[in-house]
């Protein structure tokens, strides 16, 4: 573990020059909207020809950006933190920003039901970024990943529900979805049916997303799931400390706010435990 937290660090220090091969394009979405989409790709492996792995990432609903200190309006620290981590893994990153283009910033603050921006368009967003992956020389189509938080956890499954039509039908599709404390009521409730290999990250004391719909869910589906002890929502965040957030009208007990934040032990555990996962998956392709 003390080998991983080094590395971590390692990884975190790089984030400048992981930035300078980072670009921007614009993708259409599923919806015909067309969104602001950050790739990444690792070092030496930015030739449009040499096929990589590629994790498509999907932010929660404070967006993907930092709104404070020096790193305002660039990744927030644990967008970067894994990114560069899963780039020095020889990975491609692909960040889909599903609120800018839509008129938001962060989506944490609404009630569920006053939320414009829904599950629907998140999966539309993710239908249209693999399309356009389909096309990139660049991408191992059989090594693609999806990994999300929170609200862009939830976005996991709603993008990986083989019941839907549009996610039947895509050109290329992931082989394996990987989900960091996602709202899971809605998916257990409807009935939902991964087209992939499901990974569930949950923290024992989520009083934000609570684990048990998601430990039902992957009991029902037989997914993978880790559970983190002594762990709030937000546990894998790289910096920052455990707080409460009243501004947040949802979860557990409505109006009375959520606590967020870093166990400084769980949450780098819980990222060995995806590149490990990551890494197992694709050994063998």
Known sequence: ??????????????????????????????????????????????????????????????????????????????????????????????????????????????????????QSHRRDDVNGVLAWMSQQAWVDSRKTALLGWSHGGSAVLAATDKRVISVQNRTLQPDVAIAFYPGCAEALQSGYEPNVELMMLLAELDDWTPPGPCLALANRVQAKVNVYAKSYHDFDNPVGSVK????????????????????????????KDVTDFLAQRWASK
């Open 1 to 118: 573990m003390n080998k991983f937290l080094s590395f971590l660090l390692m990884c975190c220090l790089a984030s400048a020059s992981a930035s300078d091969r980072q670009s921007e394009v614009k993708v259409r979405s599923g919806d015909g909207t067309l969104i602001k989409v950050w790739v990444m790709h690792p070092q030496g492996l930015s030739s449009e020809t040499q096929t990589r792995p590629v994790v498509v990432a999907l932010h929660g609903c404070g967006g993907m950006y930092a709104t404070l200190g020096p790193r305002k309006g660039e990744l927030n620290a644990r967008h970067q933190g894994m990114s560069d981590l899963l780039l020095a893994q020889g990975y491609s990153v692909v960040w889909p920003d599903s609120f800018s283009d839509r008129g938001e910033s962060s989506l944490c603050s609404q009630k569920y039901a006053q939320r414009k921006i829904k």
């Open 244 to 271: 409460l957030r009243t501004d947040v009208p949802n979860g557990l007990y409505p109006g009375q706010g959520v606590h967020v934040g870093r166990n400084p032990e769980t949450g780098p555990q819980a990222w």
